[in-house]
């Protein structure tokens, strides 16, 4: 496709660039429109390209021949990517920007007119890029990305699943605890073989299952209807073909986790879990391996840290990559994650809290995740979710031990600082001297000094 075009009125408000070798490009599914840097008279030129290899490839010696050094992006959907890996490969640097970037410029919104509202943001540097891990980094966070989307599948599956066996009042969700556990799993697949008894079904008790066979068997006793039968026998289908597509993605992560894995850490031996107890967990579950290809990639153990197993630590290191000096601080870092309070003024008052949507809420939403799961635990971080959740609500303790994790990552991935849990006693007395000192800061303000009890005289 060619056409190249004078620049139109859009984009001609005067503003003073600070970079001059930059372009803009507005991505589409079946064609880019790409502006130039401006030229001695003025002027901006704009040309139009297919978005077939060739007319990337074209696009790209354009943009060399004109010596840009930048070029600036709106992330629509996936089409942006081709384009953006080409700039990278090479050597253009490609800044990918959020299309809510362009929602409210004046003017007629155009392809044509996008794009030179991208150049001109750009060169005046008004323009903030996404993150984006490049190179192996970036391969590993697309693979972790899809296997995200078969896990929801997967999930999806599951509740097909306990949707039939609801539907015939079989409740093997309150016979057992996890559906989808040894025991769980043992009595569906009996069900879509053809057993209907439930004291057979209940003898597939797992010996660590808390409820004994004649509890379980009162939840067993179905109508057995064809129909929801056979929803079931396909749910389960669905789940094993799933199941085995997750388990390729497991091994085609570990494979590019490994080459990512430094000569001399490949033959070191993995330092043991800092906790037996989770140490057992990961065992069980089969996640020791995981943990040391993650330990032998970055040179530390993110599953140290209370709350975060090893699929975590692995999302998260696909997500921000193992280089985390990009956010200068760890407040630059939470704030990224949208983990620290938005606060905006306008005219001296606060305004309505709302979400920017500038941020990674994906990896916002595993620390969350990981902060919950450490509710009930007899951890310094388990007390002060406990706290915060007594005093305002659980939404607001996963918020504010989220941003904790975060900072913990941060600091480790930083600067190697090893975890260290002091424990739920250590936090309790942390937490009575700062009652107390507010107590007695109060009681100062009033005139009054507090007296302990054991002190006071009997009268």
């Known amino acids: 496709m060619t056409g190249t075009r004078k620049s139109s009125g859009a984009g001609r408000i005067k503003l003073q660039p600070s970079r001059h070798a930059v372009a803009g490009i507005d991505v589409g599914s079946t064609e880019h429109w790409v502006c130039g840097p401006e030229q001695d008279d003025g002027e901006r030129e704009v040309q139009r390209f297919g978005a077939t290899t060739p007319e990337l490839n074209r696009m ?8 840009v050094e930048s070029v600036a992006m709106e992330s629509t959907y996936v089409y942006w990517i081709p384009a953006y890996e080409l700039l990278e490969a090479a050597g253009i640097e490609a800044v990918l920007v959020n299309a809510r970037t362009l929602k409210n410029v004046p003017g007629r919104k155009t392809d044509m007119a996008d794009c030179q509202w991208l150049q001109l943001l750009h060169a005046c540097g008004l323009l903030r890029g996404s993150f984006r891990p490049s190179g192996p980094l970036g391969r590993l966070r ?7 989307s078969y896990v929801e599948n997967q999930t999806r ?29 043992a009595i569906i697949r009996a069900i879509v073989a053809g057993e209907r008894d439930p004291l057979r079904l209940a003898a597939m008790r797992d010996g660590r299952c808390g409820h004994s066979e004649e ?30 597509i997750i388990v390729e993605y497991d091994t085609q992560l570990d ?50 840290i209370d ?4 699929e975590s630590a692995r999302t998260i290191l696909t997500e921000i990559g193992f280089d985390i000096a990009k956010f200068p601080t760890e407040k630059h870092f939470v ?10 003024v306008s005219g001296g008052k606060p305004l309505k809290k709302r979400a920017n949507g500038m941020g990674a809420s994906r990896l916002a939403a595993v620390f969350r995740s990981a902060a919950v799961a450490v509710r009930r635990s007899s951890t310094a971080l388990g007390a002060a979710y406990r706290h915060q959740a007594a005093r305002h609500s659980g939404s607001r303790a996963a918020f504010v031990i989220a941003r904790k994790l975060a900072t913990l990552v941060y600091r480790m991935l930083r600067f190697g600082a090893e975890y260290v849990d002091d424990g739920q006693a250590a936090y309790e007395a942390r937490h009575q001297q700062r009652r107390l000192a507010g107590l007695t800061r109060n009681a100062a303000e009033l005139g009054l000094a507090l007296v302990p009890q054991q002190s006071m005289q009997p009268t």
């Open 142 to 148: 697309a693979l972790t990305r899809e296997r995200v």
């Open 335 to 344: 704030s990224w994650l949208r983990l620290c309070p938005r606060v905006a």
């Open 255 to 304: 494979v590019e986790l490994k080459l990512l894995q430094p000569e001399e850490r490949a033959s070191e031996p993995c330092p043991s879990h800092p906790k037996l107890a989770k140490a057992r967990k990961l065992k069980a579950n089969g996640e020791l391996a995981l943990r040391e290809t993650l330990w032998r990639a970055t040179g530390v153990d993110l599953t140290s």
């Open 157 to 185: 599956c599951v509740h097909h699943m306990q949707k039939a066996l609801d539907q015939m009042n079989v409740l093997v969700h309150r016979a057992v605890t996890d559906m989808t556990g040894t025991t769980g799993m």
């Open 215 to 244: 509890q379980i068997a009162q939840f067993l006793t179905g109508t057995w209807h064809e129909e929801h039968l056979f929803n079931l026998a396909m749910a389960l289908r669905m789940y094993d073909h799933v199941s085995a």
């Open 307 to 310: 709350g975060i197993g090893p």
């Open 60 to 67: 790209l010696m354009w943009l060399q021949e004109r010596g």
